[in-house]
C-alpha cells in the first residue's frame, strides 16, 4: 500500500496532463511509460525506487520538449512559467506570483491592482503590482504573468560583502521585513546597488521565499553569491572535466578572421562589448575582396535571420577622445531592428567623467567568447610581419590606414577617405594577443556581460520596450570555499600594500585528484542510479547535452552550438579553424631538434584534427592550439560600472599572486607600465612591488630568476615628444620612468642598490620597431610596434590574459572596468626550464614561442634555440643581443625618436632640425631614412643603400631606451590644461 502512494503523484500528475489535450502527446505517446515502467514491475525488493526513477525517466522525456512545455495549457495547469524548464537557464526551484512596487505602470487587460492578500481592505497603494517571481540558481526574475518570456526586472546574483556590519555574519540576500500592519508580509531582496520590497499573501510564503532565494544563492553548490580564488566573481573552472577550453590569437589578422566565422556561424545571440567599435572594419582582407566580412555586413545577415545582436559601447567624454561612440550606436541601429545598442555610462547624471569601460568582449551563443587587446576598430588588424606601408590601398582602407602619433581623425563619417598621406607617413602597426574560450568560463563572461547590459539598461533605457533585460545562462559553480579542498583556495589577505597568500602549495591550483573536488552537480536524494550509472542534473542527463554538451565534446576548435540544447552539428563550417601546422611545428621542432628529449607516447601536435582547415600557412604561429585547461574570469569593477556592492579587484590580485609564486621566469606585454613600491602613496597597485619582492627573494636564494617586460616605445597619443600640445603623451612618459628607472620609487634603482650592475640579469625592458618602403620607390620608413596586448606568462604554464593594462586605472577596481581571464596548463609536456627537465604547458608555452619568434624573427627550424628562455644562451645570446643590434641598426639608419643619446628637449629640438633640413621632411618621431647612408671608411665617405643595413635586422625586438629625456621634468606644467587635470587620469 506504502509504495503504491509513491507512486500515486506521478501517476496523478500524467492523468491530469492528458486531460488537458491530446496534442500534447504528439512526440512522447502515453504508451511509452509502459516499457519504461515495466521491468520494475515483480522486482518487490526496489519496486518504490525503480517505479520513481522510471516515472521520473518519462516525465524528462515529456518536459524536455519545449514546445509542450512552454504552451500555455501546460504552464497554467503545472502552475510553473516559460522558464521553467529551459535547460539554459538553469532547474526551476521557485515560482509564484507576488507584489512589488519598483515597476513602472505594467499595462493590462484587468486594471483591478488590489493586494492579493487583503483585496477587500484596500489597504494598499496603486503602485502595488503583482507579478510572476521566478527564481532560478543565478537569479530571480520578474514576468508580467507566466506565459511572459521577456522579464520586466532581474535580479542576476553577485558577490556580497562578508558582513553587514553588525555581527551577524554574511549579509543575506533576502531578509523578512516587520510590519506593523499584520495584514502585511514583506521581504526584502538586496544584491549589488538595488534594494527591492516584494510583498506576499501570507507569512509562512515570505519564509518559504527568503530561505529559497538564500538557499540559491549563498548555498553550494550555486552560490553566486561567495567570493572566489583572488575575490573573483567566478570561480575557477576546468577543475573537473566540464568543457574548459582555450585558444589564442596573436596579432589581429588571424583574430578577425576567427570571430568573423563564429558571427557567421551565430544562431541565437551575439554579444559585444568594446572601448571602441567601427561598423565600416573588414575582418578579412584585402577589403575589396572580402566586403561581405565587413562588421556591419555581417551584423545585417545575422540579424535579418533572427539572431538577437546587444552591442554595449563606452560612451567617451569628447573632448578627451575621438572615438565617436554616436556615429558607431547611429549606424549599428541602422542596420536591423534585432541589433540592440547601448552606451554607457551618462556622464553628467553619474558624475564619472575619468574612468572607461575598456572590455573588449565578443560571444556567441553563449558558446564561444573571445576577450584580450583586440577592440574592432581601425588600426588593429595587423600580422606577424608588421607593414608600415600600403600604397595603394590593399588592407588598410582610408582611415584604417591609422598612426595616432601622427593624427586622430576628426571625424569618422567618411571612413574610406585617407587621414594620412600614405606617401609621406607610415602606419603605426598594432601587436595584440586575443583568445578564445568555450564552456564555463565563456558563460562566466556572459554571466559578466549580462550584468553590465542590464545595470546600463536601467540608467539608461528603463522604459523602452525594445531594449530587453537579459538573463544569464545557468552553469554551477564550485564550492571551493566549503573547505573541501583548502589548496584550491590560494587566498589572499591584504598584507600592507601587498596582496599575500595565505597558504603556500607547489603549483598555482591543486593538483588534487576528482576526489577531492565537489561535484559540479546535485545529486538526487537517492544519489546515483545504479542502473543508469551516471548522475542526473534535476532529471536531465549529462549525456543528453546539458553543460555544454560535455559528454560529446568536438575535435573542431570552432564548432558551435545553438544556445538551446542541441547536437552539435560536425559538418559546421568553422570546423576547420584550428591550430594549424605553423603553430604547432614550433613545438615539434623541439622534439626533433634537442637532444635529450624524448616525449612519452604520441605528441599533442601529432594528434589534432586538421580536417578541412583554413589555410593559414604564411602566418607562422599565429594562432594556438585549442586545449583543455584550468580557467578563471577575473575582473576590475564597481559600482559605477557594473552595479555591483563592492569593488573587485581580482585582476590586480591575479596578478601579484602570480608574481610571487613564479618559480622560474615572467614574460609580460603591456600597452603600460605604472605601478608602485610598497610606501608608495601616489600608484596603489603593488605589480611592482610584487616583481620587486620576488626578484630579491630570487638574489637572496642566489637562484636564476628573469623577468622580460614588452612595452611601446612611446604612448600611441597625437603629439611629437616636444609638441606644446603633447603634454599627455610626456606625462605618461614620467609615470612610466618613475615605475622603470628614475628616482627612489622606481625598481631599477631599488634593484641596482643591492644587486648593483648584474640587475639586467635579472629583469630588464624592451620594445617593438618595423620598417618598410611606404610604397614601391617612395622612402624607407620605421615606425615603432604598438604594444598593446595585456599578457603575462609565468613558467610556460600559466597564462594571464585580457584587456587590463599594468596602471591604476585598470587594476583597482574603481577605475576602468576590465576583464580577463587565467588559464592554468593541464595538458603539459615535456620540455626545458634552466637546463632541466621541465613539464611545459600547451597554451602557455606554445603562446610564447609564437611572441617569441615572431619578436626575433625566428626562422623555420630554429625555434628550437628558444626553448628554455632562462638559460644564458637563450636570455643573453639570443634575445639581448638582437635586440641591441637592432637597436644600434634602428639608430644608425632612421636616428628614431626615442633613443638614449637624447636626454633633454633641446637635444631633441636640435636633432628635429638637422633631419628635417636633410630629408626635407620627417616624421613626428624621425622614422624616415636618407636615400643614402654616409659612412667613413679609409678616409673617404661611403653612400650605401639603408636597405642594405636593414636586412641585418631580425624580427622587431629592440631595447626600451631608459635615457631618453633623462634630464627633463616631463609632468605637466602650469600654462599646460593637463596640469589642471588630475594626475590619476595618467596613471
Known sequence: MTKKLKMRPFLCVMMKVSKTGSFLFRDVPSSAALPIIRPALGRQNSMSDRSKVAMQGYLNHFLGNMDIVNSREVCRFLEVSRLSFLPEYGPKLKEDYVMVKHLPKIPRD????????????????????????????????????????????????????????????????????????????????????????????????????????????????????????????????????????????????????????????????????????????????????????????????????????????????????????????????????????????????????????????????????????????????????????????????????????????????????????????????????????????????????????????????????????????????????????????????????????????????????????????????????????????????REYGFHDQASRPSKSPFSFRKSKVEPINPDMPMKGFVDDLDASHMLQELSSMQPGFKPSGNEWWETQDRSGQVDLADESGQVGPRVSCRCQVIRSVSQWSAGTSQIEESIHSAYCSLIEKAEHFIYIENQFFISGLSGDEIIRNRVLEALYQRIMRAYKEKKCFRVIIVIPLLPGFQGGVDDGGAASVRAIMHWQYRTICRGRNSILDNLYDHIGPRVHDYISFYGLRAHGRLFEGGPVASSQVYVHSKIMIVDDCITLVGSANINDRSLLGSRDSEIGVLVEDKELFDSLMGGKPWKAGKFASSLRLSLWSEHLGLRAGEVHQIRDPVIDSTYKGIWMATAKTNTMIYQDVFSCIPNDLIHSRASLRQCMVYWKEKLGQATIDLGIAPNKLESYQDGDIKCTDPLERLESVRGHLVSFPLDFMSKEDLRPVFNESEYYASSQVFH
Not at 176 to 195: A, Q
Not at 305 to 318: R, T
Request: hydrophobic fraction near 35%; charged fraction near 25%.
Open 110 to 541: 484587468d486594471e483591478h491592482q488590489g493586494c492579493c492578500s487583503c483585496q477587500w481592505f484596500s489597504c494598499c497603494k496603486d503602485n502595488w503590482q503583482k507579478v510572476w517571481a521566478v527564481l532560478k540558481p543565478g537569479f530571480l526574475a520578474f514576468l508580467k504573468d507566466p506565459f511572459d518570456a521577456q522579464p520586466l526586472d532581474i535580479i542576476v546574483f553577485d558577490v556580497l560583502p562578508a558582513s553587514d556590519g553588525n555581527g551577524d555574519g554574511r549579509v543575506s540576500l533576502a531578509k523578512e521585513v516587520k510590519d506593523h500592519n499584520p495584514l502585511r508580509h514583506y521581504f526584502r531582496v538586496s544584491c549589488g546597488i538595488r534594494c527591492i520590497k516584494v510583498r506576499t499573501k501570507a507569512n509562512a510564503k515570505v519564509k518559504d521565499w527568503v530561505a529559497a532565494i538564500n538557499d540559491a544563492g549563498l548555498r553550494p553548490p550555486e552560490g553566486w553569491c561567495h567570493p572566489h580564488r583572488f575575490g573573483s566573481f567566478a570561480p575557477p573552472r576546468g577543475l573537473t572535466e566540464d568543457g574548459s577550453q582555450a585558444q589564442w590569437f596573436v596579432d589581429g589578422r588571424v583574430a578577425f578572421e576567427a570571430i568573423a566565422l563564429a558571427i557567421e556561424d551565430a544562431k541565437s545571440e551575439i554579444f559585444i562589448c568594446g572601448w571602441w567599435l567601427c561598423p565600416e572594419l573588414y575582418l578579412r582582407r584585402p577589403f575589396d575582396a572580402h566586403a561581405s566580412s565587413r562588421l556591419d555586413a555581417l551584423l545585417e545577415m545575422k540579424a535579418k535571420q533572427g539572431v538577437q545582436i546587444y552591442i554595449l559601447l563606452y560612451k567617451e567624454v569628447a573632448l578627451a577622445l575621438k572615438i565617436n561612440s554616436v556615429y558607431s550606436k547611429k549606424k549599428l541601429l541602422g542596420i536591423h531592428e534585432n541589433v540592440r545598442v547601448l552606451r554607457y555610462p551618462d556622464h553628467f547624471s553619474t558624475g564619472v567623467y575619468l574612468w572607461s569601460h575598456h572590455e573588449k568582449i565578443v560571444i556567441v551563443d553563449h558558446h564561444i567568447c573571445f576577450l584580450g587587446g583586440l577592440d574592432l576598430c581601425f588600426g588593429r588588424y595587423d600580422s606577424f610581419d608588421h607593414k608600415v606601408g600600403d600604397y595603394p590601398p590593399c588592407n588598410w582602407p582610408g582611415k584604417d590606414y591609422y598612426n595616432p602619433r601622427e593624427s586622430e581623425p576628426n571625424s569618422w563619417e567618411d571612413t574610406m577617405k585617407d587621414e594620412l598621406d600614405r606617401q609621406k607617413y607610415p602606419r603605426m602597426p598594432w601587436h595584440d594577443v586575443h583568445c578564445a574560450f568555450w564552456g564555463p568560463p565563456c558563460r562566466d563572461v556572459a554571466r559578466h556581460f549580462v550584468q553590465r547590459w542590464n545595470y546600463a539598461k536601467r540608467n539608461k533605457a528603463p522604459y523602452e520596450e525594445a531594449i530587453p533585460l537579459l538573463m544569464p545562462q545557468h552553469h554551477m559553480v564550485i564550492p571551493h570555499y566549503m573547505g573541501i579542498n583548502r589548496d584550491i583556495d590560494d587566498e589572499i589577505k591584504n598584507d600592507g600594500n601587498i596582496r599575500k597568500r595565505t597558504k603556500k602549495q607547489e603549483s598555482f591550483s591543486s593538483r588534487s585528484s576528482c576526489q577531492d573536488i565537489p561535484l559540479l552537480m546535485p545529486q538526487e536524494a537517492d544519489g546515483l542510479d545504479a542502473s543508469e550509472g551516471q548522475l542526473k542534473l534535476n532529471g536531465l542527463s
